[in-house]
């Protein structure tokens, strides 16, 4: 191993470019004239002079993070205008005229399980089923976790503890678990997966935003800001939002894919979503004791999950690195 | 430092109650699907007397607040209840099926640590080489698969197609534990419960190393001579490892939680597929006193991790500055 | 007999995405021993990478020591192998850098890192590496020594660490020390310590020292040569006397002019030098000092100028140096009267 060649990412593949200025990205806010810290306003790197400019920039340059985004529009696509062609070009998801537990051919991509049903299909349909779920439960746990963390941040004290610790009582319980037990009391249903994953998920996207705001309500440079005048609304929108609200975007979208598996788990457990209702989670189960006669029933379901979910975290990844100013090119 | 573990464990008291709060809340007459006497006795009928006798048992007739403490009291002396369906105390069901799942976690942390740690360090020395692409790829795939097709797809390959092709001479079991408990049995459940912990435990290694080696003293350590193995395994490595252990730690709580469905795929007769069943037997007592377990040993190991934090970080566990 | 350090044509360019950084660009200099040679200029001028490249520490990719002669004692260190240069490392030269609580180990003790040099190239075994580590923290003027050696970086003060990391420098006894900026994330009481500390240390060990530094102030107490750079070349090279007393470069003009000095301004303006250094990708055609220079004429837009001997051992690279009439001039943004 060569001497010279040493590790990659040492302190100085920092290539003396520019010459460095002290404070790192120096750009000031036009009202205080202080310094604006690095994501919150103009990032002196591109062309591109906005945040959200620069970001969509960096995200086009991550082929795996469009190759996601590509693939969530069309399956989305597919999924919401189902009704339009699955049933001319293959079945409905529901009709059970075919012979049961055909192997994939050309009338049937997926095959036909053992109610006779066309397995494309039902993996079409089931992607309403993981899509609106995905989505919609996020968008519940983002609700209260956003208030929540808010709250929690800005005001301290109490209110902090208390939200906090009931975020602990949540942390205790491991994810499956209480979902599970979660949907026994409430009885197992298509609406009430909602309700369970959205309740889970709030505590993270509390965390997450909480600490957001505090590390920018301890800054300097919110001091600063107060000392020449600065209001509360002002604070809060050009110098706490922007910082805040990137991680936001990345963990949300993370979270629906993490709410598309949490779905499938709790369908394959029969805790979900019920027959006849296409899941992908419920097709699973029915797999299982058809394993050796028909492993097709297994594949696609799950091939279903793997590739939409690998979309999301694909994206999340993407838009992370394209958020994150630290990372210089 | 004392005074750190002091303060943690004060704060796992009303987390514990929480917990405890939300359990017995969750058995409130009303919120649970049917008659609790019934739930209790099954389709027999029921005469008055029976019906008194359950009652106080249960302290069904007493005010909310007064049951929980009841619950709380009887946790405290170790006491779970009586299965409904069984004829059986919980906590008997439960250590009986408690080590097996004990068994199948610490395999699964086994080769969380051996192969996460290692490819994730290879992967940062190699930054951007093949092998390090193919870690990356593979590890995003790895956290995108659901746990559970992982293990039918297991079950499958290895142990239905891999007998076809060789004729019934390769094979490995795909359900239960054996009789007796042997290795061949594990092999199976344990990689598809640590699949992807290990590619977390990878990920983070990775980031780490690559964050350690871009600190300036690692640039101190090569100005002294010192050669690539020494800096990479001594100097990042020993900062790097502080939050992976960290992690690695945190994960035996999603490991126990995992397992449920890990268990029910391969049938394997640990404590999240007895809680499971139970589920489906509105064996309420079983599935209440399987999850307090369960928690209670996740936050325990929590608590574990953190104090190992404080005491690896010399930073946290020699606190301040002298002069 | 041959210099200790003989520095011929040095450069040291990086080849990154956006254009060749041209980091290091023919910087040559000649040190003997127990002598110092403070090398100043602003952030980007290449001084930190002379001094990396000097220890062959340039991260390849994306950087390379492209052209020039290297010699120690004699020996090139260019055409060293890998294993040679990892012996010089921390043993005939040392390095210490500017921030001393990133630049040590947090997870290990003081004392351990300063013997972990000394079981590397002087094959002490564990007992006699910490007892000597001790001795080196006295040395440096730690009190306490003993203990202090098994403690943790955080636990010492910034003023305590960066004698530490001189201990640590200074363990295997090197023929050179380099230091990088090494007070400049100091206190101001720290760093007349600290420098006092390594001149009384230089008498001692009769090690030579390079000063990189952009603080002129520091310079002028120890430097026994001084070489001034800007975007890469050498500007002006020689005594500190010389460079002090009678500088011939604007751009070191510029230098000496930026000091605030409370004996020569009544009006008490700072005078600072108009503009930024350049880009190292986008260096100005002619003088890469051009722009900023007023003195700048037609031939200094086009034609790079030379590092010509002006006076003896005095070199400078300006096209005018060596006109007589070309004498010491303003070169700040703000009217001042230099006496």
């Known amino acids: 191993m060569s001497a010279d060649k040493r590790l990659p990412n040492g302190p100085y593949d920092r290539t003396p470019t520019e010459p460095l200025d002290p404070s790192g990205h120096a750009v000031r806010d036009e009202a205080t004239q202080l310094p604006v810290p690095p994501g919150a306003g103009e990032v002196a790197q591109s062309a591109n002079r906005t945040l959200w400019g620069d970001a969509w920039f960096r995200l086009r340059k991550n082929k795996l993070a469009i190759a996601g985004l590509i693939w969530i529009i069309f399956i989305t696509t597919a999924a919401v205008t189902a009704d339009l062609w699955v049933p001319k070009f293959f079945a409905s998801p529901t009709s059970t005229e075919f012979a049961s537990l055909e192997p994939p051919s050309a009338e049937h991509p997926f095959?036909?399980?053992?109610?006779?049903?066309?397995?494309?299909?039902?993996?079409?349909?089931?992607?309403?089923?993981?899509?609106?779920?995905?989505?919609?439960?996020?968008?519940?746990?983002?609700?209260?976790?956003?208030?929540?963390?808010?709250?929690?941040?800005?005001?301290?004290?109490?209110?902090?503890?208390?939200?906090?610790?009931?975020?602990?009582?949540?942390?205790?319980?491991?994810?499956?678990?209480?979902?599970?037990?979660?949907?026994?009391?409430?009885?197992?249903?298509?609406?009430?997966?909602?309700?369970?994953?959205?309740?889970?998920?709030?505590?993270?996207?509390?965390?997450?935003?909480?600490?957001?705001?505090?590390?920018?309500?301890?800054?300097?440079?919110?001091?600063?800001?107060?000392?020449?005048?600065?209001?509360d609304f002002r604070i809060m929108f050009r110098h706490i939002m922007p910082n805040a609200v990137a991680p936001i975007i990345v963990y949300g979208t993370m979270s629906i894919g993490g709410a598309i598996i949490a779905e499938a788990a709790l369908s394959f457990l029969g805790m979900g979503v019920q027959p006849p209702t296409p899941s992908w989670g419920l097709m699973l189960s029915d797999a299982r004791s058809l394993m050796i006669p028909a492993p097709w029933l297994t594949i696609w379901p799950g091939f279903a999950i793997l590739t939409t979910v690998l979309a999301f975290v694909l994206m999340g990844d993407g838009l992370r690195d394209a958020l994150d100013v630290k990372l210089k090119d | 430092m004392l005074k750190y573990v002091g303060r943690r464990l004060l704060q796992m008291i009303p987390v514990f109650l929480g917990v405890t709060l939300i359990l017995f809340a969750l058995r409130i007459p009303g919120f649970l699907p049917g008659d609790p006497i019934r739930l209790i006795t099954g389709e027999k009928p029921v005469s008055d007397a029976l019906r008194a006798q359950i009652e106080e048992e249960y302290h069904l007739n007493e005010p909310i607040w007064k049951q929980y403490v009841y619950y709380v009291q009887s946790l405290l002396h170790g006491d779970l209840g009586k299965s409904f369906q069984k004829n059986r105390d919980v906590t008997d069901i439960?250590?009986?099926?408690?080590?097996?799942?004990?068994?199948?976690?610490?395999?699964?942390?086994?080769?969380?640590?051996?192969?996460?740690?290692?490819?994730?360090?290879?992967?940062?020395?190699?930054?951007?080489t093949f092998w390090d692409v193919s870690v990356t790829l593979s590890t995003s795939i790895l956290v995108a698969m659901p746990?559970?097709?992982?293990?039918?797809?297991?079950?499958?390959?290895?142990?239905?197609?891999?007998?076809?092709?060789?004729?019934?001479?390769?094979?490995?079991?795909?359900?239960?534990?054996?009789?007796?408990?042997?290795?061949?049995?594990?092999?199976?459940?344990?990689?598809?419960?640590?699949?992807?912990?290990?590619?977390?435990?990878?990920?983070?290694?990775?980031?780490?190393?690559?964050?350690?080696?871009?600190?300036d003293y690692i640039r101190t350590a090569e100005a002294k001579g010192l050669s690539e193995r020494k800096v990479v395994f001594k100097?990042?490595?020993?900062?790097?490892?502080?939050?992976?252990?960290?992690?690695?730690?945190?994960?035996?709580?999603?490991?126990?939680?995992?397992?449920?469905?890990?268990?029910?795929?391969?049938?394997?007769?640990?404590v999240g597929r007895e809680i499971y069943l139970a589920v489906g037997q509105r064996d309420w007592p079983v599935v209440m006193g399987g999850v307090i377990i369960i928690v209670l040993i996740v936050m325990v190991v929590n608590l574990v991790v953190d104090i190992s934090y404080a005491w690896l970080d010399p930073r946290i566990r020699y606190g301040g500055a002298a002069e | 007999m041959a210099a200790l350090l003989e520095v011929k044509d040095l450069k040291t360019h990086f080849f990154t995405r956006d254009g060749v950084v041209k980091a290091v660009d023919g910087v040559s200099f000649v040190l003997e021993e127990g002598h110092t040679l403070g090398i100043v200029g602003e952030s980007g001028s290449g001084k930190s990478v002379t001094a990396l490249s000097l220890m062959r520490l340039i991260p390849d990719p994306p950087g390379k020591i492209v052209g020039g002669e290297i010699l120690l004692r004699g020996e090139s260190v260019l055409e060293m192998d890998d294993e040679q240069v990892r012996a010089l490392r921390g043993d005939r030269i040392a390095m210490i850098f500017q921030d001393p609580m990133t630049s040590l180990n947090p997870v290990f003790r003081v004392g351990h890192q300063i013997a972990e040099a000394l079981r590397l190239h002087k094959n002490m075994d564990k007992k006699s590496a910490d007892a000597r580590a001790v001795e080196m923290l006295e040395l440096v003027g730690l009190p306490n020594a003993a203990d202090r050696a098994k403690d943790y970086p955080h636990q010492f003060s910034g003023g305590m660490r960066q004698r530490a990391m001189i201990a640590?420098?200074?363990?295997?006894?090197?023929?050179?020390?380099?230091?990088?900026?090494?007070?400049?994330?100091?206190?101001?009481?720290?760093?007349?310590?600290?420098?006092?500390?390594?001149?009384?240390?230089?008498?001692?060990?009769?090690?030579?020292?390079?000063?990189?530094?952009?603080?002129?102030?520091?310079?002028?107490?120890?430097?026994?040569?001084?070489?001034?750079?800007?975007a890469g070349k050498q500007v002006e090279y020689g005594t500190a006397d010389d460079v002090f007393y009678r500088p011939l470069h604007p751009y070191t003009w510029g230098l000496l002019d930026s000091l605030p000095r409370h004996d020569i301004d009544e009006k008490g303006q700072l005078c600072p030098i108009i503009g930024q250094p350049p880009s190292l990708i986008d260096i100005p055609p002619g003088c890469s000092f051009h722009p900023r220079c007023p003195h700048a004429k037609d031939v200094c837009r086009t034609r790079v100028p030379e590092l010509v001997e002006i006076e003896p051992a005095h070199l400078s690279a300006c096209h005018f140096s060596s006109d007589p009439a070309f004498r010491r001039a303003p070169v700040c943004a703000v009217d001042t009267e230099v006496k």
Not at chain 1, 215 to 220: F, H, M, P
Not at chain 2, 241 to 252: H, K, S
């Open chain 3, 168 to 230: 640590m420098a200074l363990a295997c006894d090197p023929d050179i020390l380099i230091a990088d900026e090494p007070t400049t994330a100091l206190d101001v009481t720290i760093q007349a310590q600290i420098l006092e500390l390594m001149i009384e240390l230089q008498q001692r060990t009769k090690a030579a020292i390079i000063m990189i530094t952009h603080d002129l102030g520091v310079v002028a107490d120890m430097a026994d040569n001084v070489m001034v750079m800007y």
């Open chain 1, 111 to 231: 095959g036909t399980d053992r109610v006779g049903h066309d397995v494309f299909s039902r993996v079409v349909y089931g992607a309403r089923v993981s899509l609106a779920v995905g989505i919609l439960a996020v968008g519940i746990s983002l609700v209260i976790g956003l208030i929540l963390g808010a709250i929690s941040g800005y005001y301290g004290g109490l209110t902090d503890s208390f939200v906090m610790r009931t975020a602990d009582v949540f942390f205790a319980f491991p994810y499956t678990l209480f979902a599970v037990v979660l949907l026994a009391v409430l009885g197992p249903s298509y609406r009430n997966v909602f309700i369970a994953i959205g309740i889970l998920g709030w505590p993270s996207i509390a965390r997450v935003f909480r600490s957001s705001i505090l590390s920018v309500k301890e800054n300097e440079y919110t001091d600063a800001a107060h000392a020449m005048g600065a209001s």
């Open chain 2, 94 to 128: 439960l250590s009986e099926k408690f080590p097996n799942t004990i068994r199948l976690a610490f395999a699964a942390i086994l080769i969380e640590c051996f192969f996460g740690i290692l490819t994730g360090i290879i992967s940062a020395v190699r930054q951007y």
């Open chain 2, 235 to 270: 100097h990042a490595l020993k900062n790097a490892l502080i939050p992976v252990v960290t992690f690695i730690g945190i994960d035996l709580g999603i490991l126990m939680g995992g397992a449920i469905l890990t268990e029910t795929v391969f049938s394997w007769p640990g």
């Open chain 2, 147 to 215: 746990v559970f097709w992982l293990g039918m797809l297991m079950q499958i390959f290895f142990g239905i197609k891999l007998k076809e092709w060789t004729g019934g001479a390769i094979y490995l079991p795909i359900s239960g534990m054996g009789d007796p408990p042997d290795i061949q049995h594990l092999i199976l459940p344990a990689i598809t419960l640590a699949a992807v912990s290990t590619a977390y435990v990878a990920r983070i290694m990775r980031s780490q190393m690559l964050e350690a080696t871009g600190q």
